[in-house]
């Protein structure tokens, strides 16, 4: 079992928002304003898509948007396209103790 | 621009050891904090372990603490991973990835990674 919480799937249609929750404590999401979110393809590595929260990498498209509130963060994606199906994970900071924390993972499909 | 080489990994039995290495370029390795992270087969992502830019600072998931232990040279630009006491989910795909900005879990570059396989 993971430490942060997020949905196994999720899905939408061409040109349609899709958000992907994120839920942590406040030992880490709620405390730190140092969440991340991975895009992976298939056979692919990781790649970033948002960090601190909310900002974007350069060469990220802005359909990608980031933002917390409480102990739970979120993924918009905007205009979904076909490209955008892949997993995602979030990640956080969670102080000395257990320092980085990853999500399951959601597995967002373009329908 | 941005190369990171992980080697190291193969099969092995459950109890022994191993050390993964990786080497860095494109980047000034002794200015960066560096991580290992992993990635069991049809799994998600774990943050494994970090070190500091002088090894002064090192952390550990609680899954592999005193088991494993990271280190750097800072002269061959290169990071290790010494395993130890391998168990069966400890099986993964392990990757080296430097701390580019501020919150330690941000990671923007990664290495194609090293495949561990701990099987009897």
């Known amino acids: 079992q993971s430490a942060l919480t997020q949905p196994p799937s999720a899905s939408g249609s061409p040109g349609q928002s899709v958000t992907i929750s994120c839920t942590g404590t406040s030992s880490d999401v709620g405390g730190y304003n140092y969440v991340s979110w991975y895009q992976q393809h298939p056979g692919k590595a990781p790649k970033l898509m948002i960090y601190?929260?909310?900002e974007r990498p350069s060469g990220v498209p802005d359909r990608f948007s980031g933002s917390k509130s409480g102990n739970t963060a979120s993924l918009t994606v905007s205009g979904l396209q076909a490209e955008d199906e892949a997993d995602y994970y979030c990640?956080?900071?969670?102080?000395?103790?257990?320092?980085?924390?990853f999500g399951g993972g959601t597995k967002l499909t373009v329908l | 621009e941005v190369q990171l080489v992980e080697s190291g990994g193969g099969l092995v039995q459950p109890g022994v050891s191993l050390r993964l290495s990786c080497v860095a370029s494109g980047f000034t390795f002794t200015s960066y904090s560096m991580n290992w992270l992993r990635q069991a087969p049809g799994k998600g992502l774990e943050w494994v372990s970090y070190?500091?830019?002088?090894?002064?600072?090192?952390y550990y998931s609680d899954s592999v603490k005193g088991r494993f232990t990271i280190s750097r040279d800072n002269a061959k630009n290169s990071l290790y991973l010494q395993m130890n006491s391998l168990r069966d989910d400890d099986t993964a795909v392990f990757y080296c990835?430097?701390?580019?900005?501020?919150?330690?879990?941000?990671?923007?570059?990664w290495g194609q990674g090293t495949l561990v396989t701990v099987s009897s």
């Open positions: 990640s956080s900071y969670a102080g000395s103790n257990k320092f980085v924390l």
């Open positions: 601190e929260v909310s």
């Open positions: 990835a430097p701390n580019t900005r501020d919150g330690y879990n941000s990671f923007d570059y």
């Open positions: 070190i500091s830019t002088d090894s002064s600072d090192i």
